[in-house]
């Protein structure tokens, strides 16, 4: 089993910035990807963006990219994503998840962490 803890979410205004966490325990050496996915109130969950566990794979959905930006610190199992420029549609519970393979769909990543709000406000 893997266990997966994000933090950083919170309140932020147009424009500002946010950076989540997300660090993973247990059977880290099942991890080949690390992804980020966000589901507003009455919407389908959605991919944000992923990265390889040596941090040399990245890719974002095109609503993020160019804003957001993923890392990862594998010596100790921390994915994080850094959100610039956010505006009110990135509204939404963010997750960070953990799989076998480097795919932008929900259903193939096995860990998944709790989530963490993050609102920008108007």
């Known amino acids: 089993q893997v266990q997966l803890v994000e933090s950083g979410g919170g309140l932020v205004q147009t424009g500002g910035s946010l950076r989540l966490s997300c660090t993973a325990s247990g059977r880290t050496f099942d991890i080949y990807a690390m992804g980020w996915f966000r589901q507003a109130p009455g919407k389908e969950r959605e991919f944000v963006s992923f990265?390889?566990?040596?941090?040399?794979?990245?890719f974002y959905a095109d609503s993020v990219r160019g804003r957001f930006v993923i890392s990862i610190d594998s010596a100790k199992s921390t994915v994080y994503l850094q959100m610039n420029f956010l505006q009110p549609e990135d509204t939404a519970v963010y997750y960070c998840?953990?799989?076998?393979?480097?795919?932008?769909?929900?259903?193939?990543?096995?860990?998944w962490g709790q989530g963490t709000q993050v609102t920008v406000s108007s």
């Open positions: 998840a953990a799989g076998p393979a480097l795919v932008t769909d929900t259903q193939l990543y096995n860990y």
């Open positions: 990265i390889g566990w040596s941090g040399e794979d990245t």
